[in-house]
């Protein structure tokens, strides 16, 4: 596609439910990135993909958090029992390669909002 | 110490004045950086990226101090478009790219 796509734009669950974030990259992108902003807040890393592999989970901020990566391309966040503190956008950005002088391209987000 | 700090501000400056922002970064390792724009409620967006000599485009420079650790970014004729928050980034060296972002400083130019 033209850019990087997120879906849903919006979502709005209950506590405890799971919810699944997808992220579409560039055609062609190899590296993905999953990153969260809470409101007022900076970008928290969440998780990098080179091609289908994590090489860096680190940013993951517990066990119920998860991802996977397919064909090279699309992405899916999941949130397992959610909470309320897992409020927040969640940002997937995609760069060519995954180097270092490489810019990334942002998706719109999805705001995730735990009643 | 945090990775990359910046001033949160806001600056509220005037329509044409100068302004000017810095970025702390604590690993000495680093080895590109950028400014990136985040109008409200949307996705960043690259605004350049910051080379060792120092860059212009337009009315904007960026300037990169290895020695003291920090970036600036300076926008000179403000003008109502720029408000925006301005996010400073850090990508390190080594084999995983994992940009680090600043918390960014929000801008507002008023008329």
């Known amino acids: 596609g033209a850019g990087v796509s997120q879906s849903p734009s919006n979502k709005v669950t209950e506590k405890g439910k799971d919810v699944e974030l997808r992220c579409d990259p560039i055609?062609?992108?190899?590296?993905l990135y999953w990153y969260r902003q809470s409101l007022g807040q900076g970008l928290e890393f969440l998780i990098y993909f080179q091609g289908n592999s994590a090489p860096d989970k680190s940013g993951l901020p517990s066990d119920r958090f998860s991802a996977e990566r397919t064909g090279g391309s699309v992405s899916t966040l999941t949130i397992q029992r959610t909470q309320q503190e897992d409020s927040a956008v969640y940002l997937c950005a995609s760069s060519t390669q995954g180097v270092t002088n490489e810019k990334l391209f942002f998706g719109s987000g999805t705001q995730l909002s735990v009643l | 110490r945090k990775e990359v700090e910046q001033d949160p501000g806001p600056f509220n400056v005037p329509e044409g004045a100068t302004v000017a922002f810095n970025c702390t970064y604590s690993n000495s390792a680093s080895q590109s950086f950028f400014w990136y724009r985040q109008d409200c409620r949307k996705e960043p967006k690259l605004l350049m990226s910051?080379?060792?000599s120092g860059n212009e485009d337009g009315r904007f420079t960026a300037q990169l101090n290895r020695a003291s650790q920090y970036i600036s970014l300076l926008i000179r004729d403000s003008k109502l478009s720029d408000s925006a928050t301005y996010l400073c980034?850090?990508?390190?060296?080594?084999?995983?790219?994992?940009?680090?972002f600043g918390r960014g400083t929000s801008l507002i130019v008023h008329p």
């Open positions: 980034v850090v990508n390190p060296s080594g084999g995983s790219y994992i940009p680090t």
């Open positions: 910051v080379y060792s």
């Open positions: 055609s062609g992108h190899t590296a």
